[in-house]
């Protein structure tokens, strides 16, 4: 058996989906289905199991596992509650550590690109701690998915017990299917796609900084399709651990996706710039971009989806699709 944690959210229902089409049934997802139809992203799945995160230690007492792959978190980057996002993010998560360390089991766990702050200090994934202690992630959630990846990378340079595999992922800008119940947290695509298929004005935020166009703004869009890819690979390749970011390598326009939408729709741009908001001027990040290097070195040769052809499946397979969920 194989526990996804968050399974019933994003990135986790596209595992699942993955887990199942690959021939196992037997997946456990821990997560809150709440009211917002996050059950429909698991709604094709067979499952062996959904259980509370309440109860998620309880359940684990005496069980064997072939892995945890842990994406559950609180990941509203503008989330406050610091009590309850370090309980959430980095309590449950070293509970987790500890528990597959002590019975041996392979744990994944979900990073974020949001520890890197600013980009200041670069996007590497260098794993030493005298790296990561140079990071200053710029909110609440970057510095919780921070602080474990200290805490993983403390106990394997003191050459403590880990779990016999154990990965970190670093992940840029995802997007795709069921994605729909984050509401603001959406990609800025599912969040525009009604307008766009309507013919309505698309608005995009103006620059504010020299020699960057409007909608230039850069960020590392990854299909995820691709971040599932990268998982299943780790999962049938034990031997690789350690802290790896999961982009595609190469920064696109926020004009480049809305344009990749009109022409997979086969309809003419409608966009409008409009001025930042004074209040996230100072912190707004102008450019993101993973670099996949130690990824590849371990022996990751899956490729990323380039964006015009992610766009056009998530399109026309998707968002454009009377059946919108995978």
């Known amino acids: ?49 959904i259980v509370p995160p309440a109860e998620l230690m309880g359940w684990l007492e005496g069980r064997r596992l072939d892995a945890i792959i842990h994406l559950g978190a609180i990941s509203e980057t503008t989330a406050t509650d610091g009590d309850l996002v370090i309980e ?3 309590r449950v998560s070293m509970r987790l550590l500890d528990w597959c360390t ?7 766990y979900a990073s974020s690109a949001a520890t890197y702050g600013d980009g200041a200090q670069g996007f590497r994934d260098d794993q030493s701690m005298s790296a990561l202690k140079t990071l200053r992630p710029m909110n609440l959630y970057g510095w919780s998915k921070h602080l474990f990846d200290m805490a993983v990378a403390e ?12 990965v970190g992922l670093k992940f840029f800008n995802v997007f795709g299917p ?43 869009f990854i299909y995820v399709d691709d971040v599932v890819r990268v998982m299943m690979w780790l999962l049938a390749t034990p031997s690789v651990s350690g802290i790896y970011n999961v982009g595609t390598g190469k920064a696109r326009s926020f004009r480049d996706l809305m344009l ?13 710039y409009i001025d930042m908001p004074e209040q996230i001027r100072g912190s707004y990040q102008y450019f993101t971009e993973s670099d996949v290097g130690r990824l590849q070195r371990v022996g990751y040769n899956g490729g990323f989806t380039a964006l ?19």
Not at 1 to 16: K, P, Q, R
Not at 308 to 326: K, P
């Open 155 to 166: 106990r394997a340079a003191r050459s403590e017990k880990l779990p016999p595999q154990w």
């Open 308 to 326: 015009e052809d992610a766009v056009g499946s998530y399109v026309r397979d998707f968002l454009d699709s009377a059946d919108r969920f995978r």
């Open 260 to 272: 990749s939408a009109y022409a997979a729709l086969g309809t003419s741009a409608n966009i409008q």
């Open 178 to 220: 069921n994605e729909y119940h984050k509401g603001a947290m959406m990609s800025v695509l599912a969040r525009r796609f009604g307008d766009i298929k309507a013919g309505r004005v698309v608005q995009l935020f103006k620059s504010h900084r020299d020699g960057i166009a409007d909608g230039d703004q850069r960020r590392d």
């Open 1 to 49: 058996m194989l526990l996804v944690t968050g399974g019933a959210g994003f990135i986790g229902s596209n595992v699942v989906a993955a887990l199942n089409d690959a021939g196992r049934a037997d997946v456990a997802v821990c997560d809150v289905l709440g009211h917002d139809g996050k059950w429909r992203n698991l709604a094709k799945r067979q499952l062996a199991d």
């Open 88 to 90: 959430t993010n980095f």
């Open 102 to 108: 002590a019975n041996a089991t392979p744990f994944i």
